[in-house]
Structure formats: structure tokens, C-alpha cells
């Protein structure tokens, strides 16, 4: 066999060895992973736009399934808690995500597991909309921290979004 | 005679040596794009008329290696990862008490020369003074009102460098 060739499957083998490597450790299953499909599934059913008031009942049905009961929400900039599930729902019904829709995404995940049944994530929100006279894009983005706890699935027990810049109250 | 033509177009007489060149190009390239010079596209107004909604640019992350960050200094404020960034002006250094008075920009309570700034609201905030490790941020767009604007204190750990362009 010519030196050429077989050194060519030498760095194909090793290629291939590679992405599978890397195949194995990004989509092995772990509870991490369960964790950012919530995430993604959350997102997602936050960004439908019902057609109507019956389609809108069952997005909050929906929604209601991501939080534990007492869910706490802390809004930072001195705002304060809001507290429990139907609160946290009440107001997210008030931005139902038509007229002006607005597209919510979840980038720079990391979780990191705290025993079995908790587990925190920390994140990128971002919020995009497009200007109804321009159509430019705007992004709103804040940090947040999330604290999961495993009951049945795994659920928000807490919201906690991070001044990442400090604002001096005037 | 087809076949070796668009092999030797492709991988060329030396195929290891070609693909080691490529290799080597994109270990290159993920490790200057994304860890040194990291890309960033601007949304928003807060920067103007410095930077546009939707300009593209390098955010260089080796000077603050070697220095530490300076007024003036545009740079990049992380938030949790790198996908999204702020993009802000270093106004206040570790020391010293930063505040608005009438939309004039003060630093120990002296007014700073802004020529990066076209437009002012009357902004007030009463001066506040930096602990060790924090810098004041703010973008050059004064002329929005003060509460619709980011921008406040940040540690010194989140700023990750100053855009190239």
C-alpha cells in the first residue's frame, strides 16, 4: 500500500474517531440535557401566537406545567417578588404575543446539577421584536438564574434575573 | 482523467498535507474567533452615533491581558456566556464617584469633556462612587431617556476587551 494512502486513512480514522467523540459527549442523555430541552420547550410555547381566546387558555395551560406552585420570580432593579404559580401566569397571560410579536430565546446555557433532585441554570435571555415602522430588529437581554427542583418532572421553583450592570438609582 | 482532475482540485498531489492544512486553518480559526477575537453584532441605539444598529464588529481580548481598562474604552460587558454582550463606554474608573448633572457626565463631581456624544437628555443621578474593581458603563446615545438606557456599575471580572473596530 502506497505511504500516501495509508497515512490518509490514518487521518480519516482519526477524524472520524473524533466526531463520534464529540458526537457521544454532546448528545449523551443526562438530566442536564432534560434540563435544556425544558428550556427549549419553554421558549417555545412562550413565542406561540393563539388565534384565539380558547388557543390562549391552553398556552397557559401549557405554561403552567414548567413552574412548581410556589415559583418565585425576583425582577431585580429593587422590583419586588412576585410570588406563586397562578400570580406568575396571571401577568404572563397580559403578553400574549400578538400585535407586536416578540420571540423569546434562552442562549449561554449552563446548568449545574445539585444532587439528584436540584439543579440550577444559569442564562441569557434574550427578547426580540422587529419595529412595526422600520423593521429593525431589537433586542432586549437579561441574565437570569433559575433554580429547578425534580417533583414529577422537572420544574422553575425560583427566577432570579441579575443586574448585570448596576444602575444608581436617581 | 475526470476523477484525478477533481482530486487533485480538491485535496491536491499531497492529500495528508492538504488535509493538515485544513486542519490546522480551522483550529486556527475557532481558536482566534473564539477566544480572542470574538465577532459581535450591535442591536440597539444606546451606542449611537459611535455604532449603528447592526454593525459588525471584533472584540480583541488580549489587551486587558496586559492592562488594565481605561475611560474611553469601548468594550464588551459579558452577561452569562458570549452569544450576547453588552457593548459600552468605560466613563468611570476604580476610585472615583461618577454622576449626571443636567446630562453633563461628572467624575469627582467635575464634568467630563464627552466629544463621542452629540445628544443629551437632561439626565441627573446623584454622584456614586466606585468600589475596587468596578467600572461605570454607560453608551454614548444621551439623547434617550435616562431609565430607557442600560447602564450603571460593573466588575471588572465582565469586561472582556475593547472592540477592534
Known amino acids: 500500500m502506497p505511504a500516501s494512502t495509508q497515512g490518509a486513512r490514518v487521518v480519516a480514522s482519526v477524524a472520524l474517531a473524533a466526531t463520534i467523540a464529540f458526537a457521544a459527549w454532546h448528545f449523551w442523555p443526562s438530566e442536564a440535557r432534560r434540563i435544556r430541552h425544558k428550556l427549549d420547550a419553554l421558549a417555545a410555547v412562550v413565542n406561540e401566537r393563539p388565534a384565539d381566546a380558547i388557543g390562549q387558555i391552553a398556552r397557559t395551560a401549557q405554561l403552567s406545567k414548567f413552574f412548581t406552585d410556589e415559583v418565585v420570580v425576583e425582577p431585580g432593579r429593587g422590583a419586588g417578588a412576585i410570588h406563586g404559580r397562578e400570580r406568575l401566569l396571571a401577568l404572563a397571560s397580559r403578553a400574549p404575543n400578538e400585535g407586536h410579536p416578540y420571540a423569546l430565546e434562552f442562549v449561554d446555557v449552563s446548568v449545574a446539577m445539585e444532587g439528584d433532585e436540584s439543579a440550577r441554570a444559569h442564562l441569557t435571555a434574550t427578547l426580540s421584536s422587529r419595529d412595526t415602522d422600520t423593521a429593525e430588529l431589537n433586542v432586549d437581554a437579561r441574565e437570569v438564574e433559575l433554580q429547578f427542583r425534580r417533583t414529577d418532572d422537572w420544574r422553575i421553583s425560583r427566577i432570579a434575573l441579575i443586574d448585570t450592570l448596576e444602575k444608581p438609582q436617581p | ?165
Do not use: C
Request: hydrophobic share 45%; glycine share 10%.
Open chain 2, 1 to 165: 482523467m475526470r476523477g484525478a482532475f477533481w482530486r487533485e482540485a480538491f485535496v491536491g498531489r499531497r492529500p495528508i498535507r492538504t488535509f493538515v492544512r485544513v486542519g490546522v486553518l480551522v483550529l486556527v480559526s475557532v481558536v482566534v474567533f473564539g477566544w480572542v477575537l470574538i465577532p459581535v453584532r450591535t442591536y440597539g441605539d444606546s451606542m449611537l452615533p459611535t455604532y449603528r444598529s447592526g454593525s459588525f464588529h471584533l472584540v480583541n481580548r488580549v489587551p486587558y491581558l496586559l492592562r488594565q481598562p481605561a475611560r474611553g474604552d469601548v468594550v464588551a460587558v459579558r452577561l452569562a456566556g458570549w452569544r450576547v454582550v453588552y457593548v459600552k463606554r468605560i466613563v468611570g474608573l476604580p476610585g472615583e464617584r461618577i454622576g449626571f448633572r443636567d446630562g453633563l457626565l461628572t467624575v469627582n463631581s467635575r464634568p467630563l469633556d464627552e466629544p463621542y456624544v452629540q445628544e443629551r437628555a437632561r439626565w441627573n443621578l446623584r454622584e456614586t462612587a466606585l468600589r475596587p474593581g468596578e467600572f461605570f458603563v454607560v453608551g454614548d446615545n444621551r439623547g434617550m431617556p435616562i431609565e430607557a438606557h442600560e447602564f450603571g456599575l460593573v466588575r471588572r471580572e465582565r469586561i472582556e476587551g475593547p472592540l477592534l473596530f
